[in-house]
Antibody, heavy 122, light 108 residues
Framework: QVQLQESGPGLVKPSETLSLTCTVS????????WSWIRQTPGKGLEWIGY???????NYNPSLKSRVTISIDTSKNQFSLKLSSVTAADTAVYYC????????????????WGQGTLVTVSS | SYELTQPPSVSVSPGQTARITCSGD??????AYWYQQKPGQAPVLVIY???ERPSGIPERFSGSSSGTTVTLTISGVQAEDEADYYC???????????FGGGTKLTVL
């Protein structure tokens, strides 16, 4: 049973870069897409983006200018960087495994980490 | 930007049937997915590809699709089903993933 665990600072200052890592255990990171999703009280769940094990990415256009998702297959980890953060970026951040059917251009999230709260404040 | 619309809340008595809808213009051509989230926990996938049920999800959970609306049905609702439910799908191009605003299911 694959498990995901987010890690990183719980407090980030405004204008700085939020950095989180997701460690995948119980299975290989290869042959899957992996995603970051966040949840704020006011906006519910928001998809941030996903990365294929090969390194190809797809980002939410609303965040694309500030987001970078990377992957390290040797460590079974993938990471999120969100730059120029503001209070609006305060949220619980989840990492998730993505299942997909290429022919149908469809993706879904079948396994989630427990989530980590990141607060943006000085 | 593309949106999925859910009712904010649904209430049912134990043993009754709960139906939660999700509407979006691209749903006729995109699959929909449903997640259950209990307080303080991560979302859990309960329905995929409109109507398929992952292993370990009780049979009382089912999904259906009709035009621009998909529906999550919970038959014989139990107290443990009280949670927030979110639908998820993609825009018509299949490149942007979107979640509905969530529906709070209250078991009276």
């Amino acid at each position: 049973q694959v498990q995901l665990q987010e890690s990183g600072p719980g407090l980030v200052k405004p204008s700085e870069t939020l950095s989180l890592t997701c460690t995948v255990s119980g299975g290989s990171i290869s042959s899957y897409y992996w995603s970051w999703i966040r949840q704020t009280p006011g906006k519910g769940l928001e998809w941030i983006g996903y990365i294929y094990y090969s390194g190809s990415t797809n980002y939410n256009p609303s965040l694309k200018s500030r987001v970078t998702i990377s992957i390290d297959t040797s460590k079974n980890q993938f990471s999120l960087k969100l730059s120029s953060v503001t209070a609006a970026d305060t949220a619980v951040y989840y990492c998730a495994r993505v299942r997909f059917i290429a022919a149908a251009a469809t993706h879904w999230f079948d396994t989630w980490g427990q989530g980590t709260l990141v607060t943006v404040s000085s | 930007s593309y949106e999925l619309t859910q009712p904010p809340s649904v209430s049912v008595s134990p043993g009754q049937t709960a139906r939660i809808t999700c509407s979006g213009d691209a749903l006729p051509k995109q699959y929909a997915y449903w997640y259950q989230q209990k307080p303080g926990q991560a979302p859990v996938l309960v329905i995929y590809k409109d109507s398929e049920r992952p292993s370990g999800i009780p049979e009382r959970f089912s999904g259906s699709s009709s035009g621009t609306t998909v529906t999550l049905t919970i038959s014989g609702v139990q107290a443990e089903d009280e949670a927030d439910y979110y639908c998820q799908s993609a825009d018509s191009s299949g490149t942007i993933e979107v979640f509905g605003g969530g529906t709070k299911l209250t078991v009276l």
